[in-house]
Nanobody
């Protein structure tokens, strides 16, 4: 069974950068896509970026376009979310989630998309001066 664990969150000032990590463990063989989601207080979860096993990526949230990028290091079984030019509205709990058996990233995702069977515990990102 695939398990996910996020890390790298913290408190940063506006304009700064953070890199979140999502470490995959357990049954990491096979095809799957990994998507980063976030949930701000009082808001629905939001899909941000997806990466497939082959490295193809899909952007879901225009609010992070040009600021956030997703990448993966298969040797380390890790997917990264590089966040730059952070804004107070980026404050949220960030989750990575896996849709096992899927080859390509979905065209659209729901907030708490049921196609993603495995979720990490989340990591808090707070952007504040």
């Amino acid at each position: 069974q695939l398990q996910l664990a996020e890390s790298g969150g913290g408190l940063v000032q506006p304009g700064e950068s953070l890199r979140l990590s999502c470490v995959l463990s357990g049954s990491t063989w096979g095809n799957y896509v990994i998507t980063w989601f976030r949930q701000a207080p009082g808001k629905d979860p939001e899909g941000l970026l997806c990466i497939s096993s082959a490295g193809g990526t899909t952007l879901y949230a225009d609010s992070v376009k040009g600021r956030f990028t997703i990448s993966r290091d298969n040797a380390k079984n890790t997917v990264y979310l590089q966040m730059t030019s952070l804004k107070p509205e980026d404050t949220a709990v960030y989750y990575c989630a896996a849709d096992f058996g899927t080859i390509k990233c979905h065209t659209v995702v729901a907030g708490k998309d049921p196609r993603y069977e495995t979720w990490g515990q989340g990591t808090q990102v707070t952007v504040s001066s």
